[in-house]
């Protein structure tokens, strides 16, 4: 428009991204993915009647929702034949990120390594209940059940989240903490280090995608996890190097090979110790942790 005014469907559709990308990636596990359901919910709302819109925000969600629902499908059926161990795509998130409790939870890679553990239809309902606090009845236009159906698939949800997620939320200052010992015990390639700051059952994630090397499988033990660190460093042909982020909220490493990106580390802490590491190496999935990625609960 030749004043630079912003015709009301584009506004409408910019005011509520952030929440609507937010939606789709908790979905999703899928920045990539996300941003395609993006693409489709704006053609259905440009397409749609909206002078019989009553809450645009809603509606909004319930396309987003619907097109996520419909791509999970059949990512589900992708992440069968997945080389390897599969982790949710990695998003640089702004340090207030980490600061918001609730946001940076929801993003957890250990949150959404659970959240793949449910049927698409769970998620889609433990994610927009639980996360995003929408009422029962406009889930169910959204996912397309009764809302009795939505309140049992809900509480179902819930209950196989909650046996399965971390107990104590963690400081972004102890995390913080935890990462610096971390990283030291590796540079230093000292395994005693590595032992002091590693849970007992911590849990090595590595995502290669089958493009880069990665452990096909979880690797599980404080002593496990140490030995595949300890002088891995002096193993690796090239210099690597470290820089403390902010990956789904939670601290974070990026590792440069070189001073090409190779990946991102992400620790989950739990009593002053790491009890998962999370290492996305595999390129495709890369894309978002270079450049902040806006995130909203509202």
């Known amino acids: 428009m030749s004043d630079g005014a912003t015709d009301p469907a584009t506004e409408a559709f910019l005011t509520h991204r952030n929440l609507l990308f937010t939606v789709a990636y908790e979905v999703l596990g899928s920045a990539a993915d996300a941003e395609d359901v993006l693409q489709e919910t704006w ?41 390897g161990s599969w982790l949710p795509e990695p998003l640089l998130t702004a340090p207030d990120v980490a600061e918001d409790a609730e946001l940076a939870e929801s993003v957890s890679m250990a949150l959404m390594l659970v959240l793949e553990t449910l049927t698409p239809t769970e998620r889609a309902v433990f994610v927009l209940r639980e996360i995003f606090d929408i009422d029962y009845d406009e889930i169910a236009r959204a996912v397309d059940k009764s809302p009795a159906a939505v309140r049992q698939i809900a509480h179902r949800a819930r209950r196989h989240v909650d046996a399965r997620r971390p107990r104590r939320a963690v400081s972004s200052n102890e995390s913080r903490a935890v990462l610096e010992s971390f990283r030291c015990a590796v540079e230093t390639e000292d395994p005693q280090a590595l032992l002091e700051v590693l849970a007992p059952d911590v849990v090595l994630m590595s995502d290669g995608g089958g493009i880069k090397h990665a452990a096909l499988r979880p690797v599980t033990g404080a002593e496990r996890v140490a030995r595949m660190f300890a002088g891995g460093i002096g193993k690796v042909e090239g210099t690597i190097t470290t820089e403390p982020t902010v990956i789904n909220g939670r601290s974070a490493l990026l590792v440069r090979l070189d001073g090409e990106i190779d990946g991102v580390m992400v620790i989950s802490v739990e009593n002053a110790r790491i009890t998962g590491l999370y290492y996305v190496r595999n390129p495709e999935k890369l894309s978002h942790v270079t450049s902040v990625t806006p995130l909203t609960l509202r």
């Open 43 to 83: 053609l259905q709302w440009v397409r749609a009647d909206r002078g019989q819109v009553r809450d645009q925000r809603a509606f909004l969600v319930r396309i987003t929702t619907r097109q996520a629902l419909n791509r999970l499908r059949t990512m589900k059926r992708r992440r069968e034949a997945y080389v």
